[in-house]
């Protein structure tokens, strides 16, 4: 398995901000993904994230409102942009891990409140 | 996109077996099955996963029907704090592009 840690943990953002997200694993992983939940909902793929190239975004997500850094193989970031309150949710990164890379772990999550 | 489906609530007694079906009628024969609880409030945490024979580990078991379009994921004796989300997941292993997508889930349940 892999420890992942968030940063933050929770915070309250003003509308129009911008919040930038830290993932950092203890162990070097090839694949980061960040994940999206918003309230009373499943998860929802946001991007793909490898080290040493742009991360890949799913259908509804773009580069301009959730860009993403990979620079090296323990550590990610995901910032959301000019915020509104729709943008209020959990955001959660993963790493593929275990043996053939054939599990994926999640953090805790960043539980953001857009006001 | 999710290809299973999944009832979207359960209940169980405390200390009884809870059994959680999943469909995935369109599975591919390389795909395996992967099952994910989230307790409110925390992440996803991974149970257990499988291609074609059954699994077991320390959290669960896992059933997958001979022609692999239904599987059940069988927590043996279910206490408290096994009451959360749970989400079956079809994925490809290895190569690069292999995403995990969440359906709803089931929630599940455990009654005292």
């Known amino acids: 398995s892999a420890v992942i840690s968030q940063k933050p943990s929770r915070d309250i953002c003003q509308r129009g901000t911008s919040l930038t997200i830290q993932c950092q694993v203890d162990s070097q992983v090839t694949m980061m993904f960040w994940y999206r939940q918003q309230p009373g909902q499943s998860l929802t793929l946001i991007a793909t994230?490898?080290?040493?190239?742009?991360?890949?975004?799913e259908s509804g997500f773009v580069i301009d409102k959730f860009p993403i850094s990979r620079p090296n193989l323990t550590f990610s970031t995901l910032t959301v942009s000019n915020m509104s309150p729709e943008d209020s949710s959990i955001y959660l990164c993963?790493?593929?891990?275990?043996?053939?890379?054939?599990?994926?772990?999640f953090g805790e999550g960043s539980w953001l409140t857009v006001v | 996109d999710a290809k299973t489906t999944q009832p979207p609530s359960m209940d169980c007694a405390e200390g009884r077996a809870a059994n959680l079906p999943c469909n995935h009628s369109t599975i591919s024969g390389n795909e395996y099955v992967y099952w994910y609880r989230q307790i409110h409030s925390q992440g996803p945490q991974y149970i257990i996963h499988?291609?074609?024979n059954n699994e077991t580990n320390e959290m669960a078991s896992l059933i997958i029907t001979e022609d692999r379009k239904s599987s059940t994921l069988i927590l043996p004796h279910a206490t408290l704090r096994d009451t959360a989300v749970y989400y079956c997941i079809v994925r490809v292993v290895g190569g690069t592009g292999n995403q995990f997508y969440f359906g709803t889930g089931t929630s599940l349940t455990v009654i005292p």
């Open positions: 994230a490898n080290q040493g190239s742009e991360a890949t975004y």
């Open positions: 993963s790493v593929e891990a275990g043996f053939s890379g054939n599990t994926i772990y």
């Open positions: 499988g291609l074609k």
